[in-house]
T-cell receptor
């Protein structure tokens, strides 16, 4: 079964600390895509990154970095030197291989991790 | 450069009432979908469409109806609102139904309360 697990429900850190958000997935597909989205307190969903299953290179974008490990089915997200503006709910998502009608356009979301960064 | 537009942003209904949540995109995207977000549940797929005239069910379709008469619009209808449908609803679009080529563009959400 396709599944995304974000075991950390809430995390609280002090500004400038590094923080890692965990994401573990299950899929029957050999080709799949993983995503991270940010949902700030204002409520909108902001796309952060997409990674396909054939690219295990870590990615860095400013203070954000992602570690993809197929061996452990994990796609973890690290924020370096966290800031108050990073406070949000972060969702990890997995491409649906077509369980619903065959379309691969759908996403399976984890339950999210609420990150609070205190000044 | 509107992207995905959802209306209304907030709505309060009484049990048994019907209503339509509107979703429009101006990017000529073939693929559109509706998700609901409940506390502690993440987002779950309600219905989706891979093109005009084509719709299909997602994980939680009961109590909802959709149609896709144009590429731009994908309305979600609540036939007889129930308190269990209190949620935040997100509409999303992508150029096609082939995932991985592009991220999904999400609307800002509709917060719906059923009393």
């Amino acid at each position: 079964a396709q599944k995304v697990t974000q075991a950390q429900t809430e995390i609280s850190v002090v500004e400038k600390e590094d923080v890692t958000l965990d994401c573990v997935y299950e899929t029957r597909d050999t080709t799949y895509y993983l995503f991270w989205y940010k949902q700030p307190p204002s409520g909108e969903l902001v796309f952060l990154i997409r990674r396909n299953s054939f690219d295990e290179q870590n990615e860095i974008s400013g203070r954000y970095s992602w570690n993809f490990q197929k061996s452990t089915s994990s796609f973890n997200f690290t924020i370096t030197a966290s800031q108050v503006v990073d406070s949000a709910v972060y969702f990890c998502a997995l491409s649906d291989p077509g369980g619903y009608g065959g379309s691969q356009g759908n996403l399976i979301f984890g339950k999210g991790t609420k990150l609070s960064v205190k000044p | 450069n509107a992207g995905v537009t959802q209306t209304p942003k907030f709505q309060v209904l009484k049990t048994g009432q019907s209503m339509t949540l509107q979703c429009a995109q101006d990017m000529n995207h073939e693929y559109m979908s509706w998700y609901r977000q409940d506390p502690g549940m993440g987002l779950r797929l309600i219905h989706y469409s891979v093109g005009a005239g084509i719709t299909d069910q997602g994980e939680v379709p009961n109590g909802y109806n959709v149609s896709r008469s144009t590429t731009e619009d994908f309305p979600l209808r609540l036939l007889s609102a129930a308190p269990s449908q209190t949620s935040v609803y997100f509409c999303a679009s992508s150029p096609s139904g082939f995932v991985g080529n592009q991220p999904q563009h999400f609307g800002d959400g509709t917060r719906l309360s059923i009393l």
